[in-house]
């Protein structure tokens, strides 16, 4: 039997956060990034705001000049919305299993099999849109297929709030229409050089020559474009179900170049990380920041700590510090991530870190972490945590 994956991605994620906590600013166009008159992009907007042709990674002038009067103007509020996702996640455990989070607004699930408890695909993904609903009041779009490539593709077909099944018979009636930049890994250079070869829609490159394809391109990339064409990719989903780091990280809609946006959004990751190591009764010793830019190219940079650590602080500012040392100030960043590995978990009681560049004597801030900890069990991830303090 073909297996069956879905895939979920939450309808303008931040800004649908945000006009469902202000119900005053439903209907209007809302931006999510820095503030009109400042230096910066948009993180994403509102629907309402895309109909003046606002986009993510837009500058904020552009954004503010094309934009009514009425327009919301809001900075990110990285670790609220991780709460928020959290329980989109945890709905969504009710559904399958097996549920892979790949971004803060985005999961596969593997529903194969739930035909005979739930129903068709249809129903399956109509449950996965109610359960989100139920759960946080907000929508999402849903794509069902045989595979990765097929859910993530359906899901993007009819958004927003959309939902589209592609049975394995009609994957290449679906497929085949769609522009070749549809097909993953292919950035703006390769897709010039397809262009060159008279290559248009998914179906042209299907019906290439793989010869042709190898020599433009290399045997490597002209194989995954082909397979990508005739529908074939992976079905696998990762669960983490060995827990050798702890990680989180999250892809933009568009490239982002704010340094303020990066900051909170590692800030929330930090965040993220330390309390579930916390929970876990585990500190780290090595931090990872993990960088994808422009045509999928991806940095890690690691540090090896001298006393692990669960500290939220001391994991945000090693992760800065790792970003800042990369030189990579002017680059446009597609997906953003901080981990944590290198457990020991019989450490003493955290020191300060960062006393040569900052000689505050060290107090050990576990009794904080503790309170901090309860107050988001009780009330929820997102209702306390650190700020990031700004320059005057």
């Known amino acids: 039997m073909s297996r069956r994956i879905m895939h979920i991605d939450l309808d303008a994620f931040f800004a649908a956060v945000e006009q469902r906590d202000h119900p005053e600013w439903r209907g209007r166009p809302l931006v999510v990034g820095a503030a009109p008159g400042q230096r910066g992009v948009v993180a994403t907007c509102s629907y309402e705001a895309r109909r003046y042709g606002v986009h993510s990674a837009m500058p904020i002038s552009e954004a503010a000049r094309r934009l009514p009067a009425d327009t919301v103007f809001v900075r990110p509020r990285m670790t609220h919305y991780a709460a928020v996702s959290q329980r989109i996640m945890a709905a969504l455990n009710t559904i399958s299993p097996v549920v892979e989070p790949v971004s803060i607004d985005e999961a596969y699930l593997d529903v194969s099999g739930l035909e005979r408890l739930v129903g068709p695909p249809e129903m399956i993904g109509q449950r996965a849109k109610q359960v989100i609903a139920d759960a946080v009041g907000l929508t999402a779009s849903v794509g069902i297929g045989p595979n990765r490539l097929i859910a993530k593709l359906a899901s993007e077909y009819r958004k927003p709030d959309g939902l589209m099944v592609v049975p394995p018979a009609r994957v290449q009636t679906f497929l085949d229409p769609m522009p070749l930049t549809a097909l993953r890994g292919i950035g703006g250079k390769a897709a010039s050089v397809l262009h060159d070869l008279g290559l248009r829609t998914v179906k042209d490159v299907r019906l290439a020559d793989a010869t042709q394809l190898i020599q433009h391109l290399g045997a490597r990339a002209a194989r995954r474009f082909q397979d990508q064409a005739c529908g074939t990719a992976s079905d696998a989903l990762h669960t983490d179900t060995v827990r050798k780091s702890i990680s989180k990280e999250t892809t933009f809609a568009e490239d982002i170049t704010d340094p303020v946006i990066l900051r909170d959004t590692l800030l929330w ?71 944590l590995a290198g457990w020991d978990a019989t450490v003493p009681a955290q020191t300060d870190l960062f006393a040569e560049a900052e000689p505050a004597p060290a107090t050990g801030r576990e009794p904080l972490y503790a309170t901090l900890d309860r107050i988001s069990d009780r009330f929820g991830r997102g209702a306390v945590h650190w700020g990031v303090r700004r320059k005057p």
């Open 269 to 339: 990751a930090a965040q993220e990380i330390g309390h579930t190591a916390r929970q876990a009764g585990l500190k780290g010793s090595t931090v990872t920041l993990k960088l994808r830019f422009r045509g999928f190219k991806t940095h890690t940079r690691q540090r090896t700590l001298p006393v692990p650590t669960a500290d939220d602080d001391v994991l945000y500012r090693h992760a800065w510090a790792l970003y800042q040392a990369g030189d990579w100030a002017a680059r446009p960043v597609r997906l953003i991530g901080l981990g």
